[in-house]
């Protein structure tokens, strides 16, 4: 199983950029980068996913540099709603006995 | 996407009981999983719950200690058993959906928190 490394913590102000970098360096071939928020008092939930270059969707961008040792995500113009913890996970959840494990997390602090 | 109810939401329960949570998905799924959250940290897989098999438990987790039924593709049950204040936790049922990414996608339900005193 690939190991993740995020920072803990990070803060930021409301209307920033943020971007959370999350290591891998021992990811498979067969592995997707998949990132997940979570509230307090909620189960995580999915927000963006990528296998290479760049993902983006109506909430997030995600880039994955061409080795995929690293993955970046990125939060624009950020609101105090997004105070949260982002997990960065690798592998893949479809098939096989692969299965998704849960690094320390990134908890994110908007400030106003 | 999968909707996943768990019951119970939470609970107060006294050293040396026994605790059965359920997990019902709306949808039939293969994988269903277990994790534990303890209070301020990450998510920790207790096992996989297999349909009509037993559980794969991870290292650090047993059957004796959290037994898991998985009877059909929608419902399973932990069960904490015997439990102390270190049992403290949320346990969240989780389900890989079907379909749409490649890389898979975790649903999980909102949890149960346990507190035992």
């Known amino acids: 199983l690939a190991k993740t490394t995020q920072p803990i913590s990070m803060d930021s102000y409301e209307g920033q950029e943020v971007n959370i970098t999350c290591s891998h360096n021992?990811?498979?071939?067969?592995?997707?980068i998949t990132w997940y928020q979570q509230f307090p008092s909620q189960g995580p939930r999915f927000i963006i996913q990528?296998?290479?270059t760049k993902v983006k969707n109506e909430v997030a961008s995600l880039f994955i540099p061409a080795d995929r040792k690293s993955s970046t995500l990125s939060l624009p113009r950020v609101s105090l709603s997004d105070t949260a913890v982002y997990y960065c996970?690798?592998?893949?959840?479809?098939?096989?006995?692969?299965?998704?494990?849960f690094g320390t997390g990134t908890r994110l602090t908007i400030i106003p | 996407s999968a909707v996943i109810s768990q019951k119970p939401s939470r609970d107060i329960c006294q050293r040396g009981t026994s605790l059965t949570i359920q997990c019902q998905v709306d949808s039939q799924v293969t994988m269903m999983f277990w994790y534990r959250q303890q209070p301020g940290q990450s998510l920790t897989l207790i096992a996989t719950?297999?349909?009509?098999?037993?559980?794969?438990?991870e290292s650090g987790f047993v059957i004796d200690k959290f037994p898991i039924s998985r009877p059909n593709l929608t419902f399973s049950t932990l069960t904490v058993s015997n439990m102390s204040p270190e049992d403290s936790s949320i346990y969240l049922c989780s389900v890989v959906g079907s379909g749409r990414r490649r890389g898979g996608e975790l649903f999980f339900g909102e949890g149960s928190r346990l507190t035992v005193l």
């Open positions: 719950a297999n349909q009509g098999s037993e559980a794969t438990y």
């Open positions: 996970l690798v592998g893949v959840g479809t098939f096989g006995n692969e299965k998704l494990t």
């Open positions: 021992n990811i498979a071939t067969n592995d997707y």
């Open positions: 990528g296998y290479k």
